[in-house]
């Protein structure tokens, strides 16, 4: 899988294009994205024949029915082996779109063009794609690689700040998990990233796909290392899931989960106070903690033990050992945690 990064790269699609012989393009978006930046993706492909569908905003649009309308589509549109999907938006349009690629006509090639910061450092890298059902997240889905990804930083200009605090949950986990320099280099920066600085921001979001893409490299199919890049999601997919999908965004969620694993991983003696200290007073800005009760936290913790990589029903979680490094342990105590959520360190 090629992955180009660069400040303006979205001009280098007809190059790519050129080499791979498609003639037909079908382009996924959605209605914001669509607005924004169809007009310019147009002029760079108007040399193809192309079928463009729009989503609707958000995650209720990654959904069974939204992929059978797709493949209506794309059946009307005549699309057959030798065309090519074109994702361009966030981490929901990717993943429907992948999943689309994944299984029309037994696979069509993808090119990824991810517009958030969340799809850049994190969704497009990696080849999960998929769309919930039956109530869950990502129920259904395979694994499924792009054959390339488009990483143009100048998306970035138009996203609002709540999406920028929702992809730097991604870049400080990898900070956390693999390379302490760029947790620093992020929170040091922080200012500058709100503020849209591109050089700041295609120096993070390089060393983030670089990690994730060297994690899953090493674990394709997310059977050993790669679940280290969970750090943070155990409590963090708790907290999302209790709060209905709508208080907090992924990002949000997975911050407050490195706060309270952090905190879990500092009473367990794993790492010192110093270092729990710092993760907390620089990720505690971005959002804010809360004190659970004690029925919130029956409910999380309940709802803790449904994750994928507990062995019966204790509870697994990735906690960090030192400066950017975790490890993965089976069997955390419950009452640990509860104190953890419970918050009187805060
Ligand atoms: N496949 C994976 O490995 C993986 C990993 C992490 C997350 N995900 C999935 O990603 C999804 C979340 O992705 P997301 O956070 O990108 O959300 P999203 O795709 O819903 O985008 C967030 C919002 O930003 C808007 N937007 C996108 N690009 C914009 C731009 N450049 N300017 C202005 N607005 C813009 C969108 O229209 C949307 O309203 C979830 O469904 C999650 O499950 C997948
Ligand atoms: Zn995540």
């Known amino acids: 899988m090629d992955i180009i990064i660069k400040n303006g790269c979205i001009h280098e699609l ?16 959605d209605d914001n994205v669509g607005r924004l930046y169809m007009d310019k993706l147009k002029g760079i492909i108007d040399d193809y024949t192309m079928g463009i569908y729009i989503l609707t905003p958000g995650e209720e ?7 059978l309308s797709i493949y209506d589509a794309l059946i009307e549109q005549n699309m057959d082996r030798n065309g090519i999907i074109l994702s361009l938006g966030g981490g929901v349009v990717g993943d429907i779109a992948g999943f689309v690629a994944s299984t029309y006509m037994r696979g069509l090639k993808y090119i990824q063009i991810p517009t958030t910061l969340l799809a850049q450092v994190d969704s497009s890298v990696g080849g999960k794609v998929g769309i919930d059902y039956g109530g869950y997240k990502n129920m259904v889905g395979s694994f499924y690689f792009p ?3 488009i990483v143009d930083v100048q998306f970035l200009k138009t996203l609002p700040r709540r999406e920028i605090t929702c ?4 870049v ?9 320099g760029l947790f620093k280099y992020t929170v040091d920066n922080m200012k500058n990233i709100y503020d849209g600085d591109m050089d700041i921001l295609l120096e993070i979001v390089e060393r983030s796909v670089a990690i994730k893409k060297e994690v899953v490299d090493k674990d394709r199919y997310d059977i050993g290392l790669r679940r280290i890049l969970n750090f943070g999601h155990t ?6 899931a209790c709060y209905g999908f709508t208080h907090y965004n992924h990002g949000e969620a997975v911050i407050l989960g490195m706060i309270y694993e952090s905190n879990i991983a500092y009473q367990m003696n794993l790492i010192d106070e110093g270092y729990f200290e710092e993760i907390y ?8 903690p809360i004190k659970f009760d004690k029925d919130d936290i029956e409910k999380l ?17 990735v906690l960090p050992v030192s400066r950017g490094k975790v490890k993965l342990f089976m069997d955390v105590n419950e009452w640990l945690i509860a104190k953890s959520l419970e918050g009187e360190w805060i």
Do not use: F, P, Q
């Open 281 to 288: 007073e620089r990720l505690k800005g971005l959002v804010e």
């Open 61 to 67: 649009s990654k959904s069974i029915s939204t992929v």
């Open 167 to 170: 992809g730097l949950g991604e």
């Open 14 to 29: 007809d190059k790519h294009l050129e080499h791979s012989g498609a003639t037909k393009l079908y382009i996924i978006t």
């Open 235 to 240: 409590i963090g997919h708790s907290i999302e």
């Open 147 to 149: 054959e390339l990804s």
């Open 301 to 317: 913790i309940h709802r803790m033990k449904m994750d994928k990589k507990n062995i019966k029903d204790r509870i697994a979680l």
């Open 172 to 180: 400080l986990k990898y900070g956390l998990i693999w390379d302490y």
